[in-house]
């Protein structure tokens, strides 16, 4: 596992230095406005969860110019912060500080470029820059031996309708308004489609099947989710103070006789008898 991480770090320190996004970071982007003051870097800090759900379809696509019905950024923001504290119920101390640092740099990245650019949120840090952090953080805290169980029932099906709702209207806007623009709505995103491809699928061919495949994957997913689940016959009580895995008593193992329970609790009852006793 050392070497892994190693290698790990030492590819990732390799992209960082060889992106220039890195610098950005360091430096900032030019800017002839003045330093920003302490409120304003207060604002920031606590406007930057803004750009979460932002990415979640809370702000526009794109260049920011199209932008979403308010049902999408509150059901996919819905799912991803249930599917966030879902996962992270039973984390581990390790796994615990790898879903805290990933936190921590989808708060401070946004705040820090905003700093040296001397910008405030909503100005040159756009959501979807983010993404890819809020992907890792979710994919981190998300990992649960027992997935089958933690999203069983309602919230496997609550979040399939959730998310299948959100795609399908975000799907119909960004479509309608590279046809006809988002100055009117029609259900069918193609009606009057002032720009088009003439041999291509039509706009409501593209909506309904682009829904109706992403309804199908998550469909799918949900009824593999039992196979994912890990066995209860594996998933044996280790004793306290016995190293997991090592320790833990076999299927086996003898077990005390209920006749000598019995004795035991008899001598134990006795000793407490006496020490309460006048």
Known sequence: PLIVAGVIVALSVVFYLSAWQGASIVGGIESERPPLSGSQHVSNLLSAPSLWMGALGGWGL?????????????????????????????????????????????????????????????ELVQPRYLLPLMIITLGVASVRLDVAR????????????????????????????????????????????????????TPLLVWLGGGLAFTAALTLLVLLLPWARVPEDDRRPTPPGAAPGRDAPSASAPTARPAENAAVEEH???IDSDRVAP
Do not use: C, K
Request: glycine share 12%.
């Open 62 to 122: 794109g260049w920011l110019d199209t932008p979403m019905p308010a049902l999408v950024s509150v059901l996919a923001g819905a799912v991803f912060w249930g599917a966030f504290f879902i996962g992270g119920g039973r984390a581990s101390v390790r796994r615990g500080v790898a879903i805290g640092l990933g936190v921590a740099a989808m708060w401070l990245v946004p705040v820090v470029l905003l700093a040296q650019s001397r910008m405030l949120v909503g």
């Open 150 to 201: 933690a999203w069983s029932g309602f919230r496997s099906i609550a979040a399939v309708a959730a998310l299948a709702m959100a795609n399908t209207t975000a799907l119909h806007t960004n479509i309608q308004r590279y046809t006809t623009g988002l100055d009117q709505f029609s259900a069918d995103p193609g009606a009057g489609a002032e720009w088009w491809w003439a041999w291509a699928p």
């Open 268 to 270: 134990h009852h006795a």
